[in-house]
């Protein structure tokens, strides 16, 4: 167990829908990363928050946002759902403000699997 | 721009037989290089990592080696058991700023056969 917690474990919904993606990231961790992996796909980077604040955007598609809360859980937000963004969703966090830095590593959560239908 | 490239897509092995994986960076600023181990349908473990300063990393069966100059590093793991079957992931930090992600490569299909 990595210490970082996502809900729900699987989601499955329908086009045009929106969902909201859960992530507590380890204790003591300060920074949240979101990933997207699809079928037969690398892990495609989303977004980083780090203590509240957002630090770093990747692919992110529009109809994605997300927030980390002062409590430093973090959430995504899904909207206007296409059949594309069926997908493993994974949350990590680390320590500080971003790995590179000394001794920082990521710790991954056991991901959401978002299915549109 | 920021890019991780891994080969292969894909690796069989015999049992008792090395691996090798291999990645390329572009982002001559990362400093920062750690490979996952993803068995199907569960999370990225981190296995090994390796920091710029440093050009080799071991861990019993499994070490790490990196050539800054030549921006690649490459995983390589001895006497593989059939457990070790996974997908492997390389990655590189790209740090700008306050701030540091990871990059990933596409993934390496690890199958040791029996």
Known sequence: ?117 | GENVEQHPSTLSVQEGDSAVIKCTYSDSASNYFPWYKQELGKRPQLIIDIRSNVGEKKDQRIAVTLNKTAKHFSLHITETQPEDSAVYFCAASIVGGNTGKLIFGQGTTLQVKP
Do not use: M
């Open chain 1, 1 to 117: 167990d990595s210490g970082v917690t996502q809900t729900p474990k699987h989601l499955i919904t329908a086009t045009g829908q929106r969902v909201t993606l859960r992530c507590s990231p380890r204790s003591g961790d300060l920074s949240v990363y979101w990933y997207q992996q699809s079928l037969d796909q690398g892990l495609q980077f989303l977004i980083q928050y780090y203590n509240g604040e957002e630090r770093a955007k990747g692919n992110i598609l529009e109809r994605f946002s997300a927030q980390q809360f002062p409590d430093l859980h973090s959430e995504l937000n899904l909207s206007s759902l296409e059949l594309g963004d069926s997908a493993l969703y994974f949350c990590a966090s680390s320590v500080g403000q971003g790995v590179g830095a000394t001794n920082e590593k990521l710790f991954f959560g056991s991901g959401t699997q978002l299915s549109v239908l």
